[in-house]
């Protein structure tokens, strides 16, 4: 390709967007303190809040980050970027209408942190293809980390993450579940093992296509595999469901790489589908589903159709400001709370905060979907971060994300905005400064050691020339 055959030409490379090879640059600090602090299980209770680590460095990094943003460090603004701040404005009003200022200030506050803390951290500084590759790496060391006390978690059903954890400070609590298959849930440093296994499976696929990039196949695929099973110690449907999403997709990419309309192939497949099961089941899509997709608990399966009906009941009585954190319409016998992500927004801020929410995904999704590259590394980050988010998206609508994983999940879908941004001038990081020691060339003694190629105003050297702009460019 064009990268390739510039550095085969010997054109220099500076540390462009797409220029850039592996792990050129280090991880920004900012980032890589938020996702350890992610998997940091400690409460700090202030006042009627509770506080995380990786929220309280959000409530110092937020308004940084926001005045990098405006300032177009950031990039080009998106819509999904509008769509963020609206959605923690309309939390604000919704909590106004519902309660008064100071809930709408205290727990919007939360919100805003929260939401737009881990979005516009991502943005910020998730800006080349190295800061992608690195957030992958780290994030793999840690479900690395992970494993070992998740084993141990899944034979024995202690939480020993969660008790080493109050040897120290008050942790967030302990979450006892039924056992499947003879093993205990791991619940990890979450508040849930649902939660513990889409934060461990949301990363399967870049696992594979960006951290397993030029490496051999066997380590590849043992990477992939130690994702997978870290997330299948939570034995929750919903994780697995994303991961095993993320693996069909790999092998449809995989097997069919040489056909260029393969992912609009299986748009219309899925569309074909839809349309036969609407036109031959009783059942509505999402019903034949949950009634025929393999899961631990059948029950749960329909516990969600069950959550869905009472909770869109919910929505069209409280369409404009929802019903904030009060107990939405239902049986006794059902819990208050909704495993259902995409749901929620609109039974706690009514209809404007479930369409500001699908916004913030679909904006983001189709802003980096539909960019148009020629770069082969960035098309296959690109692959890597649409299924990630095809897992986020499935496991929305059999659970919900909050702390930890609402953060990563808000983290990782504006990490993906480096591709949309490539070829503009906010791609473009400063030049690679000279080694210590080493002093540019300058004046005759430049033009004396500088190759003959470079130093011949040549047809030849103008096509380098246009070639090292092209990829800065692209």
Known sequence: MALAEAIGRGVPQGRGLLGARPDT?????????????????????????RLSPSRIFLLFSVLPCLAMWASGKAGRIRIADIAVLGYC????IAFTANYDFATAIRSGGLIFVETAGAYFLA?????????????????FKIILVLLPFALFEVLTGQKPILAMARLVMPAIDVTMMDIRWGLYRAQGPFEHPLLFGTFCGSIFAMTHLVLGEGQPLLKRWLQTALVALVAFLSLSSGPLSGVAAQFVLLLWNWALGRFKAR????WGLLA????????????????FYVTHAPVFDRFDAYYRLLEWDYGVATIMRHPIFGIGFEAYDRPDWMARSIDMFWLTHGVDFGLPGAFLMMLIFV?????VGFKSLKDDRAQLYRVAYLLSMTSFFLCGWTLHFWNATYCVFLFLLASGFWIAD?????????PRS??????PLEGKRAAKERPALLRRPSAQASVRTKSRHSISDA
């Open 25 to 49: 640059r280090k991880l920004p600090w900012p980032v890589t303190i938020f996702l350890i602090l992610l998997v940091v299980p400690w409460v700090i209770n202030i006042g009627d809040s």
């Open 434 to 439: 000279p080694r210590p020691g080493k002093r």
């Open 422 to 430: 490539s070829g503009t001038k906010a791609a473009t990081l400063p």
């Open 123 to 139: 943005r910020c500084y998730i800006r080349s293809a190295d800061d992608f590759k690195n957030v992958v790496a780290l994030l």
């Open 263 to 266: 992912w609009k192939l299986l």
């Open 363 to 367: 904006g983001s999704v189709a802003t």
């Open 89 to 92: 404005l309309w939390a604000v």
């Open 272 to 287: 074909g589908v839809w349309i036969g099961i609407s036109l031959t089941s009783t059942q509505s899509v999402p019903a």
